[in-house]
């Protein structure tokens, strides 16, 4: 039996994380292992490698051949042991704190928003007599386009009675 010593992939989906594993060569990828070794995680910073250097070194003993990324795994798991207490914690890579607003959202904020006076005696005065003025000029704007719009408009709604009417009188005759 030929015997590898390789990762499988455990994790959720986007999210991975990894196995070492002796597994006979011919199996898959995630397929029952022979041994667990370690475990490897790339989405941490740094990323986490923690192997079991006894048993692996066991494995290649009785004929096992690590895989290439074993073996840097393997290189990386020696150069942390050198450092010792000097490393940090790896620390689980998170997403931005903050996530893009949506459209909806950019065009409520682009919008402007209604501004408010403040309850004091002489704006409160100042202010309805400003509001008075623009309230006439917006009234006599709206009803100079009416007027305007009317005549015009009136013509064919009186011919449409006309119409009616006549209609109305041949069915009773």
Known sequence: MAVRIRLTRVGATKRPAYRVVAIDRRRSRDGRALEILGYYDPLTEPATVQLDTAK???????????????????????????????????????????????KKAQAKAVAPEPTTVPADADTASAAPEADAAETEVAAEAVTEEPEAAEPEAAEPAAEADDAKAAGAEKAEA
């Open 56 to 102: 692996i070194q066991a494995w290649m003993s009785k004929g096992a051949q690590p895989s290439e990324t074993v073996v840097k795994l393997m290189r990386q798991s020696e150069r942390a042991a050198t450092a010792g207490a000097e490393a940090e914690k790896p620390k689980r890579a998170t997403r931005a704190a903050k996530p893009k607003p949506s």
